[in-house]
């Protein structure tokens, strides 16, 4: 499977975007999905993740109560939707996908750049 990351921007502190992930080549509905992010100077970090069916999300402790991971595997898309953002969110967002079978993220996205500004 292919991944297309696209919808980030440059948004003021408290703002919304909803950054999205396109599939192609395989369908997304096999794939257990997330998203992560890298700030600079800092280690990639998990952001989000959401079962085959939509059925089961996690979110790290940072986003939680602001983010929302979801799916449409009948598009082939999985979606981040950002409230309330803050300037700590600033960073290059990644999706990824494992692989049925695989124990890690093993197809990644290019990344989209988010910037929220104070």
């Known amino acids: 499977v292919q991944l297309q990351a696209s919808g980030g921007g440059l948004v003021q502190a408290g703002g919304s975007l909803r950054p999205s992930c396109a599939a192609s080549g395989r369908i997304l509905s096999s794939y257990i999905m997330a998203w992560f992010r890298r700030a600079p100077g800092k280690e990639r970090e998990f952001v989000a993740f959401i079962s085959g069916s939509g059925g089961s999300t996690s979110y790290a402790d940072s986003v939680k109560g602001r983010f929302t991971i979801f799916r449409d595997n009948a598009r082939n898309t999985v979606y981040l939707e950002m409230n309330n953002l803050k300037p700590e969110d600033t960073a290059v967002y990644y999706c990824?996908?494992?692989?049925?079978?695989?124990?890690?993220?093993?197809?990644w996205g290019q990344g989209t750049q988010v910037t929220v500004s104070s």
């Open positions: 990824a996908a494992k692989t049925p079978g695989m124990t890690r993220y093993d197809r």
